[in-house]
């Protein structure tokens, strides 16, 4: 393994597997896309040490605390971190984050997004830190995700 | 015509002509917009063959069934098709699909988005395959769509 | 400065300093992100000249017209410029702009979002030309924005 996976053992870090879905669900495409030397990241979900969905499910503003929504974020970044290792190999290999799109869950009156989805963006700066990293982003509140799910992000890094 | 449009006669797969809006709308932007070897491709609606936006109208989880609202994506497949011809000239020129937002008109309990995406991703593996049809993607519930279509989806292919 | 500099002169356009945002708020992103020849425009709100959030707040269709949202639109595109200019050195260096993703905070039966999100792309045509400034877009309705801002628009451009 690489400088990447010794960081995530110094954090103290376990990447879960890939996700188990809810019976019946079919998904029909790539979770990681490479396509040239970039790597595109479907909309991930958080998960649970076993691969499931990780719960609590609901809205920010109505079934979350901000700081619940938070730590869903993260699991998010964990759930992407363990899809980028298996389809790159290495986490070594990510040579740049170039953005991020995190989708909150969320009632019509909430307004605290960007706290939210810092539970991702913390992640990645604490396990890459700044200069591989830094991203571009946007957090923002949709009316529904699948499964109830609090947050979901999709992403993309520049690979080597 | 090329190979993918011969595939697309097989399937008897009739791609419309460019969006009729309803009266007044002005669109200053490319609903295809090739830069370098990316085509990126604007979000798309439902289409009827002459054009004109396909209804039902309305939301998933009020006013249609994942059933509808996967004919709905599927349809915006097919207008994308339509816009992607009409910039390239043949659809052989897209090397490969990069990546797909699946936005669905939602209210705030639904949970199947993924299933009604899939007929956007579906139709994309049926006509390109496989190697060139797999794409990255993500499926959430949006609050309001323009003129209340189910779903729009915007997309990025690399072209040659 | 340069050419976009005195066009934007010219059109009496004053870009807005680094947004500050209310008390407490981390944002551990990068407003723009150069990767090559990319760069990455992060989720921009309107703003004051002085810098701060601009209103009205709240949402399309129950505490916006959609003449105000266009006016919103166009403050975020001005707010996106503003960042740009800091991080490339001069807006001359964008060589072509790639796509947009206009959000509106809008209630269930919004349907106009287009028309908002033109005060935006109206801009983009208005400052760069019709060669430089054509972009894709999609204009989607949120179930809510951070601190309640009308419109948010991430972006991509192409610099040299």
């Known amino acids: 393994m690489g400088k990447i996976e010794d960081r995530l053992a110094e954090l103290d870090v376990v990447l879960p597997p890939p996700v188990v879905t809810p019976p019946g669900v079919v998904l029909p495409f790539a979770f990681v896309h490479v396509v040239d030397n970039r790597a595109m990241i479907s909309g991930h979900a958080p998960q649970t040490s076993d691969g499931s969905l990780a719960g609590p499910f609901g809205k ?3 079934d979350l ?8 974020a993260r699991l998010v970044g964990l759930s992407i971190l363990g899809s980028l290792q298996r389809e790159l190999g290495t986490l070594d290999r990510v040579h740049g984050w170039v953005k991020a799109l995190g989708m909150v869950n969320a009632d ?6 960007p706290a939210v989805i810092n539970g991702f ?3 990645i ?3 890459f830190g700044p200069d591989v990293g830094v991203h ?5 509140g949709m009316a529904s995700l699948p499964w109830s799910i609090p947050v979901e992000i999709e992403a993309e890094v520049v690979v080597r």
């Open 136 to 140: 571009s982003r946007s957090a923002v």
């Open 65 to 72: 605390t901000v700081e619940q929504g938070y730590v869903s």
């Open 108 to 113: 019509a009156d909430f307004t605290d997004h």
């Open 121 to 123: 963006s913390d992640l």
């Open 60 to 62: 920010l503003g109505t």
């Open 125 to 127: 700066l604490e396990v």
